[in-house]
């Protein structure tokens, strides 16, 4: 199979989906890999690097697309890659369906198969491709929180973790998953005054006790998340149904309770955003903006700006599925592996995933049904 990987172009995206060292699988496994010129770069791989590794350099994204049987990326493709995409071309990626109805309707007309990374799914419900992701952004968001949470960059001038004989400041953390539990790490380390709260009672129990009771745990619902956001100084969001548009549970009357200088980082906003207020998306170029006097941070590739951190991360769980789809074609690797098989999200012009066809309100095809 020939496999290509395009440079990334979202907005200070600077992972790339391959590594030399996943060129080199490739290779071994009897494959060729194409990469766009200079796709390494901003994670510190040069062209030459991948050309020792066994690869080809094209000079376009285009040739890449054009020469290639398997895309692999990091990002969504924007609206000016949809016109690369090769009829039954395979797509492996982060896809995040559920709030781009536009790029779903792009890959049902070329009869693309969308392989999400962050659909993948074990028994246990982990999510391997998109834990190591979800890390680096549970970590960055305290990180960016404690900036903006400075005077001058718009917040209340509060210092996370507080000084003695002065209160820590307040990390209320909704969504006690992978992004939630690396959160409240970094604010807790820092000094600062946590709370997470979850609607898995068993998550909480688990926190509870790896934490050693040093933050504060609250189970999810309209009652207890009102009466905890009054008080944030910085809020997280970090919920997720798998696939799904993220439920929207901190409501504008809730915002408009917090204090002025407030900060919220809503990780969540790669599935459509768990806060009411954020009404847009925006880029590490200009990543905050200002609403009900709270400051509010809603980047979709977060760990694009600690790119060779992430390339690395994410390249070391993705490349064990990308050899599989390689090696066997998406159809028998699929049937062989049931977790790989809820990555794929559409496929021969229908959607198989259930909850992006439920929110974008299509046709739901039973994954069985294209095989
Ligand atoms: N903006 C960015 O750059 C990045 C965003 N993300 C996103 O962050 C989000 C969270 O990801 P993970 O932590 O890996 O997911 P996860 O599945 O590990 O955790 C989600 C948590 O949300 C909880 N939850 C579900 N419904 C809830 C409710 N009604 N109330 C409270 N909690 C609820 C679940 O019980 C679970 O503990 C995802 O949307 C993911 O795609 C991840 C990496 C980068
Ligand atoms: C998870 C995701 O979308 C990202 O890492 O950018």
Same mark, same amino acid.
């Given at each position: 199979?020939?496999?290509?990987?395009?440079?990334?172009?979202?907005?200070?995206?600077?992972?790339?989906?391959?590594?030399?060292?996943?060129?080199?699988?490739? #290779?071994?496994?009897?494959?060729?890999?194409?990469?766009?010129?200079?796709?390494?770069?901003?994670?510190?791989?040069?062209?030459?690097?991948?050309?020792?590794? =066994?690869? +080809?350099?094209?000079?376009?994204?285009?040739?890449?697309?054009?020469?290639? !049987?398997?895309?692999?990326?990091?990002?969504?493709?924007?609206?000016?890659? *949809?016109?690369?995409?090769?009829?039954?071309?395979?797509?492996?990626?982060?896809?995040?369906?559920?709030?781009?109805?536009?790029?779903?309707?792009?890959?049902?007309?070329?009869?693309?198969?969308?392989?999400?990374?962050?659909?993948?799914?074990?028994?246990?419900?982990?999510?391997?491709?998109?834990?190591?992701?979800?890390?680096?952004? =549970?970590?960055?968001?305290?990180?960016?929180?404690?900036?903006?949470?400075?005077?001058?960059?718009?917040?209340?001038?509060?210092?996370?973790?507080?000084?003695?004989?002065?209160?820590?400041?307040?990390?209320?953390?909704?969504?006690?998953?992978?992004?939630?539990?690396?959160?409240?790490?970094?604010?807790?380390?820092?000094?600062?005054?946590?709370?997470?709260?979850?609607?898995?009672?068993?998550?909480?129990?688990?926190?509870?006790?790896?934490? =050693?009771?040093?933050?504060?745990?609250?189970?999810?619902?309209? *009652?207890? #998340?009102?009466?905890?956001?009054?008080?944030?100084?910085?809020?997280?969001?970090? %919920?997720?149904?798998?696939?799904? +548009?993220?439920?929207?549970?901190?409501?504008?009357?809730?915002?408009?309770?917090?204090?002025?200088?407030?900060? #919220?980082?809503?990780?969540?906003?790669?599935?459509?955003?768990? #806060?009411?207020?954020?009404?847009?998306?925006?880029?590490?170029?200009?990543?905050?903006?200002?609403?009900?006097?709270?400051?509010? /941070?809603?980047?979709?590739?977060?760990?694009?700006? %600690?790119?060779?951190?992430?390339? *690395?991360?994410?390249?070391?769980?993705?490349?064990? /599925?990308?050899?599989?789809?390689?090696?066997?074609?998406?159809?028998?690797?699929?049937?062989?592996?049931?977790?790989?098989?809820?990555?794929?999200?559409?496929?021969?012009?229908?959607?198989?995933? +259930?909850?992006?066809?439920?929110?974008?309100?299509?046709?739901?095809?039973?994954?069985? !049904?294209?095989?």
């Amino acid at each position: 199979m020939i496999v290509g990987v395009p440079k990334e172009i979202k907005n200070n995206e600077n992972r790339v989906a391959m590594t030399p060292a996943g060129v080199k699988a490739m #290779i071994d496994n009897g494959h060729q890999v194409i990469i766009e010129t200079n796709a390494g770069l901003g994670s510190g791989i040069t062209n030459e690097e991948y050309i020792a590794a =066994g690869a +080809k350099i094209a000079a376009t994204a285009k040739e890449v697309f054009d020469g290639s !049987d398997m895309i692999m990326k990091v990002k969504e493709p924007l609206k000016q890659e *949809y016109d690369l995409f090769k009829e039954g071309q395979l797509l492996f990626t982060y896809l995040h369906l559920a709030p781009e109805p536009e790029l779903t309707a792009a890959l049902l007309e070329k009869k693309v198969t969308g392989i999400a990374y962050e659909t993948i799914q074990l028994d246990n419900g982990a999510l391997p491709l998109l834990s190591p992701m979800s890390e680096v952004a =549970g970590r960055m968001s305290v990180q960016i929180g404690a900036h903006l949470l400075e005077k001058t960059f718009g917040g209340k001038g509060v210092l996370l973790g507080g000084v003695p004989g002065v209160p820590a400041a307040k990390v209320v953390v909704v969504g006690g998953g992978i992004v939630g539990t690396n959160a409240a790490k970094m604010a807790m380390g820092l000094g600062a005054d946590v709370t997470i709260i979850d609607v898995s009672v068993d998550r909480l129990r688990y926190l509870d006790d790896i934490f =050693g009771g040093r933050i504060k745990t609250m189970m999810s619902n309209s *009652y207890n #998340i009102a009466a905890a956001v009054k008080e944030a100084d910085l809020l997280v969001g970090a %919920v997720l149904i798998p696939g799904a +548009k993220a439920p929207k549970l901190v409501k504008e009357d809730m915002v408009k309770t917090m204090k002025p200088g407030s900060v #919220i980082v809503d990780v969540a906003i790669d599935q459509g955003g768990s #806060i009411e207020t954020i009404d847009r998306v925006t880029t590490h170029d200009n990543p905050s903006y200002e609403k009900y006097g709270v400051v509010h /941070y809603s980047v979709a590739n977060m760990p694009g700006a %600690v790119a060779r951190t992430s390339t *690395y991360a994410l390249t070391n769980v993705t490349l064990p /599925y990308a050899v599989q789809l390689a090696n066997k074609g998406w159809v028998q690797a699929v049937k062989d592996n049931g977790a790989l098989a809820k990555g794929v999200n559409v496929a021969a012009g229908k959607c198989t995933y +259930k909850a992006v066809a439920d929110d974008l309100k299509l046709p739901f095809t039973p994954l069985a !049904d294209v095989l």
